[in-house]
């Protein structure tokens, strides 16, 4: 992930200026789409099934292959004013841990990025990553934990390892290893879900939020 090649963030499922509230989803390849067709991404099934269940919200997925956490951490504020998210799936951190930066500059730009999410009243999904084994265990433990510490500090939603039941599972993965393929996508949104779906009737428009599901 760290090595590869900036892709332009996916459409957005309505036109700017739409009424209706957004989900911004921000993160990196694991989010952009990479090595599959934009329309077969979890976020492209995210849209999908926020729409076929009948809630008020647009998903704009303003993630970036490639990102680290100081680029997430620059570009947000500038994503914030465009786009005015009610909720904001985090999903950043992974190109961070494949370079080996320290883990308290990654913690750190991760938890100014939910301060100012917070501070602007946007509710927060934090999703988890993991890394590969062979960063040594003190290094991909303390990069686990550190997105529960994060949570726990910040009283947000955490989904642990957006690869869960995925990352290790024959025939789910590309050939890099790093990033699920076409199949694994939907496994992706059933582990986002569930805890994406408080937050959306918490946040929906009055005429959507009896909506269950």
Known sequence: MAWLIMLPAAAADAPPGSSRPVVLVFGDSLSAGYGIRIDQGWVSLLVQKISRLGYGFRVVNASVSGETSAGGLARLPRALSLQQPRIVLLELGANDGLRGLPLEQTRDNLDRMITLL?????????????????????????????????????HIALLPFLLENVALTPGLMQADGLHPNEKGQPLLLDNVWPRLLPLLRSAAPAADAHKAH
């Open 118 to 154: 917070r501070q602007q009243h946007i509710a927060v999904l934090l999703l988890g990553l993991r890394l590969p084994p062979n960063y040594g265990e003190r290094y991909t433990s303390g990069f686990m934990s550190m997105y529960q510490g994060l949570a726990d500090r910040q």
